[in-house]
């Protein structure tokens, strides 16, 4: 799951499948199917953390997902991701830039709707300590996030 880490993406974040992440209190910003299909086609799915950015604002701890949802069972594969912040307003249509810097788990079936938060819960805690760590510190200061025109952009 490493090989393609850090990862930098770029790209607008639309409307998702509706399945109510942000009822949970997780919403996931997803992006387009376009800036899905570019990802590298073996890239792990599973969770993953990294930072992420909101247009020109502050950058952020975040938890992402890549790939088929097993328990909401997709039928598209989806790059969703979790910015550990309270925003006081939605951002749909803005361009959310994200740096992957490494994986937490393989996706995994979840009994209950309690067990799924439980577990995206301990994701967070864990993204939270390791992005403290320097080596995944130093990504947060990266120029991609502070060039407009940084490293890749995928749309
Ligand atoms: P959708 O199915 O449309 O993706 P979600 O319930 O997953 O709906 O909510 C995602 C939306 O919530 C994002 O597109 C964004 O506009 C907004 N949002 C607000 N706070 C956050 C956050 N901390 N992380 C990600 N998205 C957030
Ligand atoms: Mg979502």
């Not at 590298?40 to 088929?68: E, F, Q, R």
């Not at 949802?69 to 959310?96: A, M, Q, R």
Request: charged residues 25%.
């Amino acid at each position: 799951a490493m090989r393609h880490l850090p990862y930098f993406c770029r790209g607008e974040v639309v409307k998702g499948f509706g399945r109510g992440s942000k009822e949970l209190g997780i919403p996931t910003a997803n992006f387009s199917e376009q800036v899905v299909e570019s990802f590298p086609s073996d890239i792990p799915t599973g969770i993953y953390y990294g930072w992420a950015c909101v247009g020109n604002g502050d950058v952020h701890k975040m938890v992402l997902s890549i790939g088929w949802n097993p328990f909401y069972k997709n039928i598209k594969k989806s790059v969703e991701t979790h910015i550990i912040h309270t925003f006081k307003e939605d951002f749909y249509g803005e361009i959310l830039s994200i740096v992957i810097t490494g994986y937490i788990r393989p996706e995994k079936n979840f009994d209950s709707l309690d067990a799924l938060i439980l577990a995206i819960q301990e994701d967070i805690e864990e993204a939270k300590r390791q992005l403290d760590l320097p080596e995944h510190l130093k990504l947060k200061e990266d120029n991609f996030f502070h060039l407009p025109e940084g490293k890749i952009v995928n749309n």
